[in-house]
C-alpha cells in the first residue's frame, strides 16, 4: 500500500458575499463562497486573509447556499489547487478549500450585517439601557428636530433571487 500524506484545513471566519449555488451537466450542486479570517498583527491590526470556498453534492452545497453574508462559521476541507493561463500566457495558480464539514457558529458581534439580519444582542457584562419613553406623533406642521440624530443604519448588501427549493 502506497503512503497516504494528510491535506486537512481548517478556518474559522466571516462569509463574505452571497453564496452562488450552481449544477453541473449532471445535476450535481456545488455552492460556492468566500470567507475572510481576520489575522490581526502588531503592525496591522486589520490585516486578514479570504478564502475560496466549494461544497459539493446535497447536502453540503445546500447547506452552504442557505449561508448569509457576515455568518460565522467554521469550516473542514482540503486545500486543491488549479494551474491555468491568463490571457498574457502566465501560468496562475489558485486555491480553493473543498469543503468536507461546516458549522455555524454564535457570534456577540457582526463586522458585516447585511440589513435583514436583526443586530445582535450586547454583551450581558454592559449595563442595559432603559428603553425611550413613548412619544406622540409630531404635528404635521412641526419642524424636525436637529438636538437627536438617528442611529446609524448597518449596510444595505444587495440579495439576488434565491433558486426555488
Do not use: Y
Not at 43 to 71: I, M, S
Amino acid at each position: 500500500m502506497g503512503r497516504k500524506d494528510v491535506n486537512t484545513i481548517t478556518v474559522t471566519g466571516q462569509v463574505e458575499a452571497e453564496p452562488e449555488m450552481r449544477f453541473t451537466a449532471d445535476g450535481i450542486p456545488h455552492t460556492t463562497f468566500s470567507l475572510v479570517c481576520a489575522q490581526p498583527t502588531p503592525r496591522d491590526p486589520h490585516a486578514f486573509e479570504r478564502f475560496r470556498l466549494v461544497a459539493w453534492d446535497e447536502p453540503l452545497a445546500e447547506q452552504c447556499n442557505d449561508l448569509l453574508p457576515g455568518a460565522r462559521v467554521l469550516v473542514e476541507g482540503r486545500l486543491q489547487s488549479t494551474t491555468s493561463d491568463d490571457p498574457e500566457n502566465r501560468a496562475r495558480c489558485l486555491f480553493e478549500v473543498i469543503v468536507r464539514d461546516l458549522v455555524t457558529l454564535a457570534s456577540t458581534h457582526s463586522t458585516i450585517m447585511p440589513a435583514s439580519q436583526p443586530r445582535p444582542q450586547e454583551p450581558a457584562t454592559r449595563p442595559a439601557i432603559p428603553p425611550a419613553p413613548a412619544r406622540s406623533a409630531p404635528a404635521a406642521t412641526a419642524a424636525p428636530s436637529s438636538s437627536r440624530t438617528a442611529p446609524a443604519a448597518p449596510p444595505r448588501i444587495p440579495r439576488g433571487p434565491r433558486p426555488a427549493s
